[in-house]
């Protein structure tokens, strides 16, 4: 699976690759996707899938918390992002949580700042 970032530093999920290549990376990321969701659920929380970004929307509508696959250190991991905010670079909105294969440690992060931002 490749997923890179555009000049606009907006990350995406590309495939460049034939048709046989852009459906495995398309069923990976479907797979990531659907693990990460599950085990949210399995927390009691409020999950939404896009498989078009690579993201998964945790907690209410109002005020979601989202985690999306994107490269660092060499491998795919799970990201947590949140809107931006005035004065904060657009840099700074996310932040590497876990490689795709740790998905408990990702989950666990994701509901943590949930429950924090509850709090507040």
Do not use: Y
Not at 48 to 58: F, L, P, Q, Y
Not at 78 to 97: D, K, T
Request: with cysteine; proline share 8%; net charge positive.
């Amino acid at each position: 699976m490749t997923v890179e970032t555009s000049p606009a530093g907006n990350p995406s999920l590309r495939c460049e690759d034939g048709p046989a290549e852009a459906v495995n990376r398309a069923e990976s990321t479907g797979l990531a996707l659907r693990g990460l969701a599950a085990e949210l659920r399995s927390r009691g929380v409020e999950v939404r899938e896009d498989g078009a970004c690579g993201a998964v929307d945790a907690g209410p509508r109002s005020r979601p918390q989202r985690a999306l696959l994107r490269p660092h250190r060499g491998g795919l991991w799970w990201w947590m992002r949140w809107p931006l905010q005035e004065g904060v670079p657009a840099a700074m909105a996310g932040i590497p949580i876990s490689p795709v294969t740790r998905t408990t440690e990702a989950a666990r992060r994701i509901a943590g700042a949930l429950s924090l931002s509850a709090e507040l």
